[in-house]
C-alpha cells in the first residue's frame, strides 16, 4: 500500500511574528539614522565648503592690499614708418597690445609727437616700496603712476629692467607697506589651484581663479629666458605683471601673457616662475642689472634623428653645437658634439633647461657636467664666466639658386665677398648652400639657402674639395650628418632620404 505523506505546512507563531515585527522596526529606524546621517554629513560638507570659501576671501582681501595698478605714459615720435622694435608701439608690437589696451594712435605726418598711455598690473615685495612687475609694462615708459589698493598715486622710478625674462623692478617712496610673500615655484603642482590678480582692461583689484595648467613651458617665442607656469586663471590685457597666487596667499608666478586668437582670455596664460623672477629682481636692485652664468656653447636639442646618428639610447640632454674661442667651455675641454645628460647630478632634459640652469648660476660658480662623447661617458668641472651681451645679428641674404644635385641641396665656395655679406667674417672656412631644392629631404630637415656647412660626418669641411670627398663616401638613405652655421650660431641637422 502506498502511504501518501502530506506537505509539511509552516506557520508563523507569534512568536516568530514578534521577531518579523521587532526586525521590520530596526529596518525602518536604521533608515532614519541613515538619512538623518547623510543629512548631517551633507550640512557638515556644505558648512565645510562654506569655511573654505570665506577663508579663500580673507586670503584674496590680503592679497589684494599688495596689488597695485600701473598706469605708464611713454612719448611717441610718428616717423610715418613701422618701428617694430618700440614696445610701446600699439601699430606693430603685438606682445605689447595684448597687455596695454586703448586707442591706437593716430596716423600723423612725420614726426608727430603724441603721448601714449598704457597699463599694467604689480605686486609690492617690500615694505620700503619695491614692486615686482614686467619689462613689458614698464621698461620703456617715461612716466609710471602707482595706483594703491586705497586708490592713492604715487610717482614710481625705474630701478632696473630685464628684457630677457621680462621681468622689471620699480620703486615708490614709502615705509610700511603691505607686501606679498614670495613661494617656491618649484612645489607648485600641476592641477593645484591659484588665484590671478590684477587690473584686466582697467578694472582694478580683479581677481580669477584656476589651477596651474602645466609647468617648464618653452618656446612660446616671448622672452630669451622661458620656463613659464601655464594657468587657466583668467588672464587678460592689464592683468601682466600682476601676481599669480597659491592658496597660502604666497606669489609663484607673474603673469606675463596669454595666447589668444581673439585677443582676450582663451584658457591660456603664461607665468615667469617666482624663483627666476626673485634672482632677477634681487640683482635689479643690489645691481641694477642682471648677472647670469655662461658657458660659452652653442648648444641644441637632441631629436630622435640626431640621437641615431649619435648613436644615443634616447633624445634626452643637450648637444653642443660650437664652443667658442676662450670660454669656459673651451678651457674645460668641452667639444662640439658633446651630449650633456645632467647639470649637478640633476638631468637635464632639453637645451632651454642646461640654458636656465646655467643662467641662474652665478659667475665664477662652479658647475659639474656629466656628458656623453662618440659613446663614452664622461665628467667634467666648468668654472663659469658672466654672460656678455649678446652679439648684434643680421639677416642672412640667399644666394642666386645653382643647380641641385641629389642631396636635394647645392653648395659653393665661401668667397671672402659671399662671406661679408653673409656676416661670417669671423669664420675659417667652410661651404655656403645656395639652394634647397623645395620638399626634399634637406628642405624637410631645416637646410636653407644661406646656412654654412662647416663638418659633414663629423669632418670639417673647409673648402668645396673637402665636401665632394666626404660627401662622396655618404649615403643619403642612411642619412647624413650636418654641423651647419647661420648668424643665430649653430647645429646639427640629419638629413636622410629614400
Do not use: C
Amino acid at each position: 500500500m502506498i502511504n501518501y505523506s502530506h506537505p509539511k505546512l509552516f506557520r508563523f507563531t507569534p512568536i516568530s511574528l514578534h521577531k518579523i515585527i521587532l526586525l521590520l522596526l530596526n529596518i525602518v529606524v536604521a533608515a532614519s539614522i541613515s538619512v538623518s546621517s547623510v543629512q548631517a554629513q551633507s550640512k557638515d560638507d556644505l558648512q565645510a565648503l562654506i569655511r573654505a570659501s570665506k577663508t579663500r576671501a580673507a586670503l584674496v582681501q590680503n592679497v589684494q592690499k599688495a596689488v597695485v595698478h600701473l598706469k605708464v605714459e611713454k612719448e611717441i615720435t610718428n616717423t610715418g614708418r613701422n618701428t617694430p622694435n618700440n614696445p610701446l608701439d600699439l601699430y606693430n608690437d603685438e606682445f605689447f597690445e595684448r597687455f596695454f589696451p586703448g586707442m591706437r594712435p593716430p596716423r600723423g605726418r612725420g614726426n608727430d609727437r603724441f603721448r601714449q598711455e598704457g597699463m599694467g598690473s604689480g605686486s609690492i615685495v617690500r615694505s620700503d616700496g619695491y614692486i615686482l612687475t614686467n619689462h613689458h609694462v614698464v621698461g620703456e615708459a617715461d612716466k609710471i603712476i602707482v595706483q594703491l589698493f586705497d586708490g592713492s598715486e604715487l610717482e614710481a622710478k625705474l630701478i632696473g629692467t630685464d628684457p630677457e625674462s621680462d621681468i622689471s623692478v620699480i620703486k615708490v617712496d614709502g615705509q610700511g607697506m603691505h607686501v606679498l610673500a614670495m613661494g617656491d615655484s618649484t612645489e607648485i603642482l600641476v592641477g593645484e589651484s591659484v588665484i590671478a590678480v590684477g587690473n584686466p582692461f582697467g578694472l582694478t583689484q580683479t581677481v580669477t581663479f584656476g589651477i596651474v595648467s602645466a609647468k617648464g613651458r618653452t618656446g612660446i617665442g616671448i622672452t630669451e629666458y622661458e620656463d613659464f607656469i601655464q594657468t587657466d586663471a583668467a588672464i587678460n590685457p592689464g592683468n601682466s605683471g600682476g601676481p599669480l597666487i597659491n592658496l597660502e596667499g604666497k606669489i609663484v608666478g607673474v603673469n606675463t601673457a596669454i595666447f589668444t586668437r581673439s585677443g582676450g582670455y582663451q584658457g591660456i596664460g603664461f607665468a615667469v616662475p617666482i624663483n627666476m623672477a626673485r634672482r632677477i629682481m634681487n640683482d635689479l636692485i643690489d645691481e641694477g642689472r642682471v648677472s647670469r652664468g655662461w658657458l660659452g656653447v652653442g648648444i641644441q636639442d637632441v631629436t630622435l634623428e640626431l640621437a641615431k646618428a649619435f648613436r644615443l639610447k634616447d633624445n634626452k640632454g643637450t648637444l653642443i653645437t660650437g664652443v667658442m674661442s676662450g670660454t669656459p667651455a673651451e678651457k674645460a675641454g668641452l667639444q662640439k658634439g658633446d651630449v650633456v645628460l645632467k647639470l649637478n647630478g640633476e638631468i637635464v632634459e632639453n637645451s632651454n633647461a642646461l640654458r636656465n640652469e646655467i643662467a641662474d648660476a652665478r659667475a665664477d660658480a662652479t658647475v659639474e657636467l656629466e656628458l656623453v662623447r662618440n659613446g663614452t661617458p664622461m665628467r667634467m668641472m666648468v668654472t663659469l664666466d658672466e654672460r656678455p651681451k649678446q652679439p648684434s645679428r643680421m639677416t642672412i641674404p640667399q644666394e642666386p639658386p645653382t643647380p641641385t644635385p641629389q642631396l636635394g641641396f647645392s653648395v659653393q665656395e665661401l668667397t671672402p665677398e659671399m662671406a661679408e655679406r653673409l656676416g661670417y667674417t669671423q669664420v675659417q672656412g667652410g661651404v655656403v648652400i645656395t639652394e634647397v631644392e623645395p620638399d626634399s629631404s634637406a628642405s624637410e630637415a631645416g637646410l636653407r639657402a644661406g646656412m654654412l656647412v662647416i663638418e659633414m660626418d663629423r669632418q670639417n669641411i673647409v673648402n668645396l674639395a673637402d665636401f665632394r670627398r666626404v660627401g662622396s663616401e655618404l649615403s643619403l638613405q642612411d642619412g647624413i650628418l650636418l654641423l651647419v652655421r647661420t648668424q643665430q650660431g649653430s647645429q646639427y641637422i640629419f638629413v636622410q632620404g629614400d
